[in-house]
């Protein structure tokens, strides 16, 4: 079976850091700014003495924040041609299941209330867009270890629950699952 990356999967890459170094320059333009303020009383800088603000002083003249939102639009735009030429070399099955994981979602009036019935307040539709979000990541890493059990296995056709409970069995033992709250486990190995 091939393996699929989503782009919930990705990992760290080039473009990665370049956003890294966007975040990092940022903070330290605040820092240097922030310092420059108290290098005189009254917030100006002891070698600016004809009162007009410098506008290099951070090596910014105005247009770079414009450029810096142009980088970021680039490197989404970037995103979105590497995600074109991947769909586009998908074989007929990939792309069905990768249709079918775009469809997918978790009905949000039933997550909300599963979750205020657990937290027993009321919860926002930002914490329920991402809870959504995390369970549908987390039935794929159990269904994509159910369809490797099942291929170790040497059968084929649809998900039985022999393979998920199995997968759900692997995952614990990984760590990658908890056990649960009132759970305890039958034994230890450490």
């Keep these: 079976m091939d393996e699929i990356l989503f782009p919930t999967q990705n990992s760290l890459s080039d473009n990665d850091d370049v956003d890294l170094k966007f975040f990092n320059t940022a903070t330290e333009s605040r820092k240097d700014s922030e310092t420059s303020d108290t290098a005189d009383g009254n917030g100006n800088d002891a070698d600016n003495k004809d009162g007009k603000a410098d ?17 970021k639009k680039e490197l989404e735009e970037e995103e979105r041609e590497r995600m074109q030429v991947l769909v586009s ?3 007929e099955e990939q792309l069905d299941r990768y249709e079918m994981y775009r469809r997918s979602a978790f009905p949000k009036a039933a997550v909300k209330r599963l979750m205020q019935t657990i937290t027993g307040c009321s919860v926002s539709q ?36 022999k393979f998920i409970r199995e997968a759900v069995r692997r995952l614990r033992s990984k760590g990658r699952m908890p056990i649960g709250r009132f759970q ?4 230890r190995l450490n």
């Design 126 to 161: 930002n914490v329920v867009i991402a809870m959504s979000g995390i369970a549908k990541v987390f039935v794929g890493e159990v269904v994509e270890e159910a369809l490797d059990v099942m291929e170790q296995q040497g059968e084929s056709g649809a998900l039985q629950p």
């Design 89 to 91: 070399n998908f074989t």
């Design 184 to 187: 305890q486990p039958y034994f």
């Design 55 to 71: 506008a290099d002083a951070d090596g910014d003249s105005g247009e770079p924040s414009q450029k810096k939102l142009k980088t």
